[in-house]
C-alpha cells in the first residue's frame, strides 16, 4: 500500500497498517459506519454469492 515499514518495530508496522487502510477506505469512498450503507442487507447477500 505504500507504507515504508523498514526500520520499524511491531507496533509502528502495526499502526502503520491500520492508517493505510484506513486511507484506502476513505479514497474509495467506503463509509466509516454501517449505519451510513444505505443498503447493508443488499451488500451482505450480494457478498455470499461471489
Do not use: C, H, N
Not at 9 to 32: C, E, F, H, M
Request: hydrophobic share 50%; no cysteine.
Amino acid at each position: 500500500m505504500g507504507v515504508d515499514t523498514a526500520g520499524m518495530d511491531r507496533a509502528a508496522y502495526r499502526k502503520a497498517a491500520i492508517g493505510a487502510v484506513k486511507q484506502l477506505s476513505a479514497d474509495v469512498g467506503i463509509p466509516t459506519w454501517l449505519e451510513a450503507m444505505e443498503d447493508l442487507e443488499f451488500l451482505a447477500q450480494s457478498a455470499l454469492t461471489v
